[in-house]
């Protein structure tokens, strides 16, 4: 007995010390394991820290050594491994990129990013977090397509991708992700069908990719997911049929598919299938057929938009459904014009939180039920616009308090507008135009003071305007036309500064002079006083208007001449003054005015009709009715000018006549003697005129240039502008190749710029600018205006094709190639700024108006907006009023009405050297929210530098620095001194583009300072 215990006790012993022993091990072991796991996570968030390029809030900086990983803000570590479960940086502003090294945090089960500026590519890393289940990157920059590896990631439950930037199609893979429940990018530019794979995501219960390019079908096999609660794909380019199978899924509470182009109907058994429907968004697709009886039986129902779709027949009731808040069926074939058609709405009075209604555009009839009275005052909107709805407005509508629409155009409303409306003090619209009402629009209408748009047009009211609308402060737009108002213009309305759209008071009977108060409308796109009896001369202040775009006084009594003040209103786009009692000459400044349509006839004008702008576009112009008129060419439909005889002339200028045609003669002679001398001599020299190196113009027309380019042909098409055309072409009689540019003189400012680049080429000539070697002006073969510049053709394109292209087989610039380009330009800029016989701005400085010719040097080109300074000035005591530029580089001073200088062109300059080393254009996506390109280099200098130098410059670095690690010499390496002409080449940048404008580099400063960094960089052995 004592042995047996004494043996339990030693196995006992035993046991226990081998259990030690194990445990020790254990100890020993895990450990070391542990530690090495939590090294790979802590450096992870290292190169991820390392990859954030701002950091605002200063957020990170605590991500350091004085603190353990798990204990740095955002990061969550599991608490027996202490290895990092959950990723959390949302709201934090942070820029710059995902670090690949994310992929290392294999214990990660979360990583929110939400609202901040990451951009360039999702990392295909993340395919690595097999523990991934929450996946958020909303609201952030990122490019490039969704990683389809994602799938990997078997554990995943929610992947949000929202407002970003992400292309490409929707990977097939993702449908495979058994777990996944939610699923959405919208705002994004997603392309391609939707892959039927998400057919078999079982756990699948959200689907949002609203506002993308997605095209195809819905496919079928969500008809199968059981779980699917929300579909949303508004505003892609679905068609085909919606499933009738989704309607069948008792989940779903969310079907929101508007702005698409997708068929189908309602099924009549929608209300019974669909108890948790709370929304319904099929707005703006082609279904058809009838509104479903059983839709009242949505309980749930809070949103029902089927607005411009093709349904027919009644509307249901929706007695049951009370929780119902906005609904919209306008633009459909709804009602049959009969007095029962607006029934269902006394159904709509169980629903207390109604607060939009729309039931515009259909065919309903009969008038507004009383039962409308009853329904919520939340009701924000009374839109029944274009229906065959006809009665009074009834007073009941003071009831409704928070209106801020009233919409009641089209229809057969008639009797008086209530005082009534005078007390909705939130109405915004008030649209009561094309219908039978009567009476004198009342003067509380003065009492809307938020009223923006007011269209009483097209009724029978009469009397005079109200003076009280001049406390509708906030109108923007006011229409009173075809009524029988009559009395003057009350110089308070048209006082309103704040009439922006547009002032119609056409089709009336108003009287006496268009007040001078007019000249307060100086934001009004649109006066419209047309068949009127208004008299008196156009007043002068109507100069200071200067954003109209249409002016018509037509069938009035105005008298006088047309005033010349009016030559301010250079956006003048449609202009009718005819059959009034104007006299005098018909003003030459309306032949530079860009416009469309210009009708003067049935007036008094006199003399000779201008013939320069629309004058000659006969079509365009009417001039009839004016007796005194003539006209130099038969295309108007008035006399032509008549010579005086010679036997009519008195003596004196029978004699001036005679010297003047023998002086004439004597010029042509000598120019013929002089013409035949040069042709004599270039013929002995031989030299060639299309390939002169001087100043020989070619004379070149039409045909020769039609001919040149092969018809204009999209084959030789070799850019595009805002006004022009740039077509490669050869010439056969000189063997010269050329660049046509061919202006586009429908568009508005074409004509004007093209005369600035023939003034401005007239004047210069540098090196470094493109060389123009005739101007063509005349018809095409239509009998069209066709005006055209010709240059020397440039082999090597525009710098942005070598910038941006995007064919990754084409040549890249390398640093020293971009550094003479910068400096070619600056070169050009100096000269224009400082050595021109007057001051030349060129306003548009960018990528595409840099050619590069064979030997790759720069010319500077496209003057069509350039200003001349008559000295060399900074600035000068003209307006700057019209200047425009390209975004991202037209200087900020611009854009708040200051004058035009030559530092506006530093500005744009800088903005563009910026652009030739990073490799990113100043409207890059990842410039918003106050960034720029300008703050984009700023932050990085001078430590970051190679974080933002153009990748193919940076592999020229690493080239350069492999070689040097194979020479002897290794402090000073010729990748150091690239380095270090980087951040030079980028101070210089900096330097020019400040946003305040006395601060920047004058352009010989900046020319100057390139050319000894070029010094610099000749030095290296890589270049000698």
Request: aromatic residues 10%; charged residues 15%; neutral net charge.
């Amino acid at each position: 007995m004592k042995l047996a215990v004494l043996l339990s006790v030693k196995q006992s012993t035993l046991m226990t010390k081998s259990f030690v022993f194990c445990l020790l091990l254990c100890f020993l072991l895990v450990p070391t394991n542990s530690k090495n796991a939590n090294e790979t996570d802590r450096l992870a968030l290292l190169e991820f820290k390392n990859r954030i390029t701002d950091d605002p809030l200063n957020f990170l900086n605590s991500w350091n050594e004085s603190a353990h990983f798990c204990n740095w803000p955002g990061v969550v570590c599991s608490r027996r491994h202490q290895r990092i479960t959950s990723l959390n940086l949302q709201h934090q502003k942070l820029t710059g990129f995902l670090s690949p090294y994310i992929g290392n945090l294999t214990f990660l089960y979360q990583l929110i990013l939400d609202n901040n500026s990451f951009m360039g590519i999702i990392p295909q890393e993340l395919g690595n977090l097999r523990r991934l289940r929450f996946l958020w990157l909303r609201n952030n920059s990122f490019d490039g397509e969704i990683p389809a590896n994602l799938s990997a990631c078997s554990n995943l439950v929610e992947i949000r991708l929202s407002w970003n930037n992400l292309s490409g199609k929707l990977p097939t893979e993702l449908g495979s992700l058994s777990k996944l429940q939610l699923i959405q990018a919208p705002r994004n530019n997603l392309v391609g069908e939707i892959p039927s794979s998400f057919g078999n995501a079982s756990s699948l219960e959200f689907f949002g990719f609203s506002s993308n390019r997605l095209t195809g079908r819905i496919p079928n096999g969500f008809g199968q997911l059981n779980r699917l609660e929300y579909i949303g794909l508004s505003e892609n380019r679905l068609s085909g049929f919606f499933p009738p199978t989704i309607f069948n899924l008792s989940s779903i509470t969310t079907i929101f598919v508007p702005m698409n182009q997708l068929q189908g109907t309602l099924p009549s058994y929608i209300g019974n299938t669909l108890p948790n429907l709370y929304y319904l968004g099929i707005s703006e697709n082609q279904f058809t057929g009838t509104i479903p009886v059983s839709l009242s039986n949505l309980s749930n129902l809070e949103f029902l938009f089927i607005d411009g779709n093709k349904l027919t027949g009644n509307m249901p009731s929706f007695m049951n459904s009370h929780k119902l808040s906005k609904l919209d069926i306008s633009s459909n074939h709804l009602g049959s014009g009969e007095s029962t058609d607006l029934i269902f709405i006394s159904s709509l009075t169980n629903a207390s939180n109604l607060v939009e209604l729309g039931l515009s555009g259909n065919n309903f009839g009969g008038v507004l039920p009383k039962s409308f009275g009853n329904l919520s005052t939340k009701l924000t909107g009374i839109t029944v616009s274009n229906n065959e709805l006809s009665g009074s407005i009834p007073s009941w509508i003071e009831k409704f308090e928070n209106l801020t629409n009233i919409e009641m155009s089209g229809n057969k409303f008639t009797g008086n507008i209530p005082t009534e409306i005078g007390k909705l003090k939130f109405l915004q619209i008030l649209d009561l135009s094309y219908n039978n009402f009567s009476g004198k629009i009342p003067t509380v209408l003065g009492n809307l003071s938020l009223l923006t748009k007011l269209h009483l047009d097209d009724n029978n009211f009469y009397g005079e305007i109200p003076f009280s609308l001049e406390m509708c402060q906030n109108l923007q737009g006011l229409n009173l036309s075809k009524n029988n108002l009559n009395g003057t213009i009350p110089s308070q309305v048209v006082s309103l500064s704040s009439l922006s759209l547009y002032l119609d008071l056409s089709n009336n009977h108003l009287v006496g002079a268009l007040p001078i108060e007019v000249g307060n409308l100086d934001n009004l796109g649109e006066l419209v006083v047309s068949r009127n009896k208004l008299s008196g001369e156009i007043p002068a202040t109507l100069s200071r208007c200067v954003q109209l775009e249409k002016l018509r006084m037509n069938e009035n009594f105005f008298r006088g001449t047309i005033p010349s003040s009016l030559s301010t209103l250079r956006g003048l786009r449609f202009l009718d003054l005819s059959q009034n009692n104007l006299s005098g000459a018909i003003p030459e400044y309306l032949g530079s005015f860009d416009l469309l349509y210009l009708n003067l006839s049935f007036n008094s004008f006199e003399g000779v009709l201008p013939k320069e702008g629309i004058f000659r576009n006969a079509t365009a112009v009417s001039v009839i009715g004016n007796p005194n008129l003539c006209v130099n060419t038969p295309e108007f439909q008035i006399p032509l000018c008549k010579n005086k005889s010679k036997s009519s002339k008195k003596f004196t200028s029978s004699l001036t006549f005679k010297l003047t045609i023998s002086l004439v003669c004597c010029i042509l002679g000598l120019l013929l003697l002089c013409a035949f001398l040069f042709l004599y001599y270039s013929k002995k020299k031989k030299v060639p005129s299309s390939d002169s190196s001087g100043d020989t113009v070619l004379k070149l027309s039409y045909r020769s240039l039609f001919q040149a380019t092969d018809g204009f042909s999209s084959a030789n098409l070799v850019g595009t502008g805002s006004f022009s055309s740039v077509y490669k072409g050869f010439l056969d009689s000189t063997e010269t190749v050329i660049a046509v540019k061919v202006f586009n003189l429908f568009r508005r400012g074409a004509s004007k710029s093209f005369l600035v680049e023939c003034e401005t080429f007239k004047n210069i000539k540098h090196r470094n600018l493109v060389k123009v070697l005739t101007a063509c002006s005349g018809f095409d073969n239509r009998g069209n205006d066709f005006k055209a510049l010709v240059y020397e053709f440039m082999d090597n394109g525009s710098l942005d094709q070598w910038l941006h292209s995007n064919d990754e087989e084409s040549k890249k610039l390398n640093f020293l190639q971009r550094l003479n380009i910068a400096i070619d330009i600056a070169s050009a800029l100096d000269y224009l700024h400082h050595h021109c016989h007057k001051t030349i701005i060129h306003c548009d400085l960018k990528p595409s108006n840099v050619l590069l010719d064979n030997q790759m040097v720069g010319h500077v080109g496209d003057f069509g907006l350039a200003k001349f300074l008559p000295t060399d000035d900074q600035s000068t005591p003209t307006s700057s009023f019209g200047v425009r530029g390209s975004i991202g580089y037209t200087a900020p001073e611009y854009g708040m009405g200051s004058q035009v200088s030559t530092l506006g062109d530093v500005y744009s300059f800088g903005i563009l050297l910026l652009e030739m080393f990073t490799g990113k254009s100043p409207i890059d996506h990842i410039f918003k929210d106050g960034r720029s390109l300008h703050s984009f280099v700023k932050a990085a200098l001078p430590d970051r530098v190679a974080e933002i130098v153009d990748p193919v410059l940076v592999d020229e670095c690493k080239s350069v620095e492999t070689n040097s690690n194979n020479a002897r010499n290794k402090d000073y390496t010729n990748s150091h001194k690239l380095k270090e002409c980087f951040v030079s080449v980028f101070e210089v940048g900096l330097a020019c583009s400040v946003s305040t404008a006395r601060e920047r580099l004058r352009m010989s400063d900046a020319a100057n300072e390139l050319l000894s960094i070029r010094n610099v960089v000749l030095g290296t052995e890589m270049y000698r």
